[in-house]
């Protein structure tokens, strides 16, 4: 690093501009910090509780980086294991998943519980009086916790509760999870690919409304008139960018949210089964709400990498494996109990656009993975991303860049050490004591 | 009715990935019935139904056509510039044959070049064909990948 921490991100509200040093996507120092400070410091999404219906059902997969088993235990609770085994580190699963009674760890065949009780193991007679199996569980992160079934996991024992993390991001959480009427639940079939590029670039993507118009071309000008849905109209009032017409909020903690309004096939193609949802939810949460999740478009990031996205009913996360090369799972958010025909709507509804088959991720793959090529020109002006767009209004529309600054402010004061409350949005600093 | 032989698929699959990775995409639309469907399950739920599974495609014609255009056109930048593909369709069989409909198999490769990366997709075929007016034509279309994940490929952004 030739430059302090403090300098990476260029905040002057006075002005108006805002600029990120573009070694924040490059060095591995940077990654290192954000190892423990960022993904260290924060409540992480792990896996929804519908995935485990049963006693005994699992999945396991790497959340930042670590392998984990989740699995509904006998009481019908949710545990959260490190997979790895307690002898000597060995994988004690082996499958993304399915339902066992034990993990029984291939080496040397030590087998633990669905508590992680070290239930048996070869030859426990040739241990001395001073070897305890009561030591020998499986381990846990420090802190695990739900909300509404999406099973978080934080590597910071001290952090606050997952209730409180999610502060004003909740209300949005609720949007996502209510829009069925019924219990949301994760489809089968997930999405696994991979970016050769910085994990922050996909953060800043997954909010972008300003690239809608340009990158996605294809989508709102060519696809969706080709399937008979007239865009003319929001393309009109937009220039082009569906995102211009609707507006973005930092919610505090480095959560934020753009929220747009332009149609998605889903609502020509099951016009019948929205109109009944429609009905069933104005019963329940009155037209304002029930407006808010019917007609849309919500993108939340929970920080520092959970992506909801309402129209296409996204869950998206994804964590670095290297400065350049980020990993990245999708999944489907469905209603239980709907119907074949209007789930498979669903499903081409989201695949359609997004995934790394649709008419809109390649594209961001191809983009974003050309400004990791791009930052290799690093000097002068290309040694800085400019993310100033909207910061003199008072009121940034979702083709602006607040949803970005946020993400941005939270980050900084992170990787500085400083775990305080954080000013996200375009307003001055905190006074001192304001927090 | 005379049968669909294995050596006439052959014949079909062979002239339709030339088709392919020559880029010439309208003639290969013209191999997919009004009816066509086009399927690429997800990598962790193969053999499920386009309505069990999220998939990673899972097109009608009107769909598949806009995909065609798509990638003929100058805004689908994932295919700008175009990969350089070739695909080797090997391991053919003929599963089933009723009336004027074969179901059959083929194993593929296909190598992708693009923006110095190279790219390998493995899996099988399994498709329905109709027997059309002057050539068979595909009454679905499924590819199913053998990869555990896209990485590092990213994205399936030409016809596999």
Redesign the interface.
């Known amino acids: 690093m030739s430059r302090s921490h403090a300098d990476l991100v260029v905040d002057d509200r006075t002005r108006g501009l805002f600029r990120v040093d573009r070694q924040v996507f490059t060095d591995p120092e940077i990654l290192e910090r954000e190892r423990r400070e960022v993904f260290g410091r924060t409540w992480l999404y792990a896996a929804h509780e519908s995935e485990i219906p049963k006693p005994g059902s699992f999945v396991s997969r790497r959340v930042a980086g670590r392998p984990l088993i989740i699995v509904r235990d006998d009481g019908g609770g949710v545990r959260v294991f490190f997979n790895s085994c307690t002898h000597r580190g060995n994988l004690v699963c082996w499958e993304s998943a399915g339902q066992r009674r034990s993990f029984l760890c291939p080496y040397h065949a030590w087998s633990f519980n669905l508590k992680g009780e070290l239930a048996g193991l070869p030859g426990a007679e040739s241990y001395s009086p001073a070897f305890d199996r009561k030591d020998l569980a499986l381990a846990s992160p420090p802190r695990v916790e739900s909300y509404r079934g999406l099973v978080f996991v934080s590597f910071d024992r001290a952090i606050e509760s997952l209730v409180e993390y999610l502060g004003d991001a909740r209300e949005y959480v609720d949007l996502m999870l209510d829009f069925g009427g019924v219990e949301t639940e994760i489809a089968p079939g997930a999405q696994a690919y991979s970016m050769k590029a910085n994990w922050k670039l996909l953060v800043e993507n997954s909010l972008d409304g300003y690239h809608a118009a340009s990158t996605h071309h294809r989508y709102f000008g060519q696809f969706l008139p080709d399937i008979g849905i007239d865009t003319s109209a929001a393309r009109r009032t937009s220039g082009g960018a569906p995102a211009a017409i609707g507006r973005a909020t930092s919610l505090g903690k480095g959560h934020t949210v753009i929220e747009t309004r332009f149609p998605f096939p889903l609502q020509e193609r099951a016009k019948d089964e929205l109109a009944e949802i429609r009905r069933r939810l104005l019963d329940r949460f009155g037209a304002e709400r029930t407006s808010l999740m019917m007609d849309a478009n919500h993108n939340l990031l929970i920080f520092p990498n959970l992506i909801l996205i309402s129209m296409w009913r996204t869950l998206r996360t994804f964590y670095p494996v290297s400065p350049e090369f980020v990993e990245i799972n999708a999944w489907c958010m469905v209603p239980r109990n709907e119907s074949p025909k209007l789930r498979q709507l669903r499903f081409e509804n989201f695949i359609s656009f997004l995934g790394p088959a649709g008419f809109g991720t390649p594209d961001d793959v191809a983009g974003l993975e050309g400004c990791q090529r791009g930052f290799a020109a690093i000097n002068g002006h290309a040694g800085w991303s400019d993310i100033s767009r909207g910061m003199h209004r008072a009121e940034p529309d979702a083709s602006d860049e607040l949803q970005m600054r946020a993400f941005w402010r939270r980050w900084h004061a992170l990787i500085q050490g400083d775990r305080g409350v954080t000013e996200c949005s375009d307003r001055g600093p905190l006074e001192a004591g304001a927090a | 009715m005379p049968e669909i032989t294995r050596h006439a698929v052959e014949e079909f699959l062979f002239h339709e990935a030339a088709l392919l990775d020559e880029w010439r995409l309208e003639e290969w639309f013209a191999l997919v019935a009004k009816d066509g469907r086009y399927l690429?399950?997800?990598?962790?739920?193969p053999d499920?139904e386009?309505?069990?599974?999220?998939?990673?495609?899972?097109?009608d014609h009107?769909?598949l056509?806009?995909?065609v255009?798509?990638l003929l056109?100058k805004?689908?930048?994932?295919?700008n510039p175009r990969s350089r593909t070739r695909r080797l369709v090997t391991n053919v069989r003929v599963l089933e044959q009723s009336g004027d409909e074969a179901r059959v198999t083929a194993n593929f490769a296909v190598w992708r070049f693009q923006?110095e990366?190279t790219d390998v997709y493995v899996g099988r075929y399994v498709h329905q064909l109709v027997r059309g007016p002057s050539s068979l034509l595909f009454r679905e279309r499924k590819a199913v990948l053998d990869l555990?994940?896209?990485?590092?490929?990213?994205?399936?952004?030409f016809i596999l």
Do not use: N, T
């Not at chain 2, 690429?40 to 739920?45: G, H, I, R």
């Open positions: 690429v399950p997800s990598l962790d739920a499920a386009p309505w069990e599974a999220l998939s990673l495609i899972s097109e009107a769909q056509g806009s995909r255009r798509q056109g805004s689908a930048w994932a295919e923006m990366a555990e994940a896209l990485r590092p490929h990213g994205k399936l952004s």
